[in-house]
């Protein structure tokens, strides 16, 4: 199966942090908003290219683990003060 409707969209995405970068929107927002779905995008490609279920799961791990990031940063994982 082709890859060519994935590669668009992540050709899309780096667009789209460019733009981002350039209007002066932190990096580290830039990373946490677009890092997750490039993962998922990635375990998708693979899926279709063949590589096995192995690599799909390293990419969806990889996805999960910035987004964790991203809500800690956020202060969404954190304890709240009582």
Known sequence: MTTLPVDIVLAVLLVEAGVLLARRVALADVLAALLPGAAMLLALRAVLSGQGTGAA?????VSGLIHAWDLYRRGWLKKPRR
């Open 57 to 61: 799961m390293i990419w969806l791990a």
